[in-house]
């Protein structure tokens, strides 16, 4: 296997050459198993076991545990049994808080170039999941990609491309259908200057399916229910496939919730707001009603959606309670806000007439 093809760029080559004597073997990891990894290396695709040391660092540290993307080196021979001694430095992660450790992240995949929003242009489509998606990517530092599929099943697809892709700029959008093949080349083409792609979104919009046109490999798929369009669950754990004209794609799972981590910049998703708000006359303006607020005017004068607003503030707050489970300062400081709101209330009560 050239591992150059799988995504090894010049400088972790170095990395490892520098820091490991001779003997490792340098590897990247295609799938988690009960106790390690499935690796694929030059000597081909290998199962191998967590090193002691590095098994007690992920107990406590579950971030160090290897995921699907990462470069790892391995110690021993694929005859009589293969650990993983250390996963080298991760570039360009994917992670969401982790609903098992609150206050940290879970690393999803590691070593991305680009990340593949799949999203059904049927029942699935959803203009707010779409941001949630933008945004969680985005503020991992990552760039985005969108895919919109089942092209072939609507009629009328143009006002809902062309509305995915206002909200998706500056990132790609394309349309794609499994079944008449239309758009598929055109994605193909936009991803060959990223090496390794990772594909999210929800059941059954057709992440697998792609998988298979993009890579030929064989992975399970399943129709979506009729009643209702949901997907069903066919992907049940994260793997990276080779692709023919090089690089990699990783299919995930469909995330049953898309949640920001904690550090989350809302300002490349919510371009327009970020703009509006640097005209407000108060640089801490909340855009609740201050005076001289940008952004309250511009929704005044239709030429900002309310819904567009109320997604960012949605966002925003969801952001501030992931960085206050981070900072005890900033944690303190949420409490006290709290409270200052609930006096300010509970004394406009005092001062309402009775009613009569």
């Given at each position: ?7 090894l ?22 799938a ?17 076991s ?7 660092q ?48 879970e ?7 680009l990340?593949?929003?799949v ?51 500056p ?5 794609v259908?499994a079944v ?15 090496p ?41 754990g ?38 509006l ?21 511009a ?20 952001a501030r ?36």
């Amino acid at each position: 296997m050239d591992l150059a093809r799988l995504g090894l760029s010049a400088d972790l080559q170095r990395q490892f050459s520098e820091h490991w004597p001779s003997g490792r073997i340098l590897a990247r990891v295609v799938a988690r198993t009960a106790d390690g990894a499935l690796c694929v290396g030059d000597q081909g695709e290998v199962r191998a076991s967590l090193a002691g040391k590095l098994r007690h660092q992920a107990q406590s540290d579950g971030a160090l545990w290897p995921v699907v993307g990462d470069w790892v080196a391995l110690r021993g021979e694929p005859t009589t049994g293969l650990v993983i001694e250390m996963v080298l430095e991760r570039q360009g992660v994917l992670a969401r808080p982790d609903p098992e450790r609150p206050g940290l992240n879970e690393v999803l995949v590691a070593n991305v170039d680009l990340v593949l929003v799949v999203m059904g242009l049927d029942q699935d489509f959803n203009l707010r999941r779409l941001e949630r998606y933008l945004a969680m990517i985005r503020a991992n530092g990552l760039r985005a990609a969108v895919a919109l599929t089942k092209l072939d099943l609507i009629a009328a697809s143009e006002p809902l491309v062309l509305a995915a892709e206002r909200l998706a700029t500056p990132a790609l959008v394309h349309a794609v259908s499994a079944v008449s093949g239309e758009g598929v080349d055109r994605l193909r083409q936009s991803m060959s200057k990223s090496p390794t792609i990772a594909l999210i979104g929800s059941s059954g919009v057709g992440k697998s399916t792609l998988v298979h046109l993009l890579t030929g490999a064989e992975v399970a798929t399943q129709p979506t229910r009729l009643a209702d369009g949901r997907g069903r669950h066919t992907t049940v754990g994260h793997h990276l496939h080779p692709r023919p004209d090089g690089g990699c794609l990783i299919d995930t799972p469909g995330l049953r919730s898309v949640a920001l981590p904690a550090g989350s910049d809302l300002g490349d998703t919510f371009i327009e707001i970020g703009t509006l708000a640097g005209s407000c006359r108060f640089s801490d303006c909340r855009h609740q009603g201050e005076p001289g607020c940008a952004v309250q005017a511009a929704m005044a004068a239709g030429s900002l959606d309310s819904d567009r607003l109320s997604a960012y503030r949605k966002l925003e707050r969801e952001a501030r309670r992931q960085d206050a489970k981070q900072d005890p300062q900033l944690r303190a400081a949420e409490r006290q806000q709290t409270r200052k709101w609930a006096r300010e209330i509970r004394q406009e009560l005092k001062l309402r007439p009775p009613r009569r």
